[in-house]
């Protein structure tokens, strides 16, 4: 059974920071493509940014150049590091692994930035 958990969530001020840890209980972890997604009250869920299985990266427009995904596959984990946190940023963030048909989530964390 496949399952992903997501941690780090929080309350922020804006301006600060969190790093989202995504652990994947599954096999042959490294040949998946991982990555981060949210939703925020009232909207779609949106991408954040991806990793594929070679450790290339993309990211929204909105979190450029202040977030950071990695991934280790020694642990079996994938991160999220998020700076310069802004209210908009507010959602639940949600960890996902594809590759090919296979496409699995976690249940979410919820970072909220408030002063």
């Known amino acids: 059974q496949v399952q992903l958990v997501e941690s780090g969530g929080g309350l922020v001020q804006p301006g600060g920071s969190l790093r989202l840890s995504c652990a994947a209980s599954?096999?042959?972890?490294?040949?998946?493509?991982m990555g981060w997604y949210r939703q925020a009250p009232g909207k779609q869920r949106d991408l954040v940014a991806t990793?594929?299985?070679?450790?290339?990266?993309n990211y929204a427009d909105s979190v450029k150049g202040r977030f950071t995904i990695s991934r280790d596959n020694g642990k079996n984990t994938v991160y999220l590091q998020m700076n310069s946190l802004k209210p908009e940023d507010t959602a639940v963030y949600y960890c996902?692994?594809?590759?090919?048909?296979?496409?699995?989530w976690g249940k979410g964390t919820l970072v909220t930035i408030s002063s």
């Open positions: 996902n692994a594809k590759k090919l048909a296979m496409d699995y």
């Open positions: 599954i096999t042959m972890f490294s040949i998946y493509n």
């Open positions: 990793i594929t299985s070679t450790g290339r990266t």
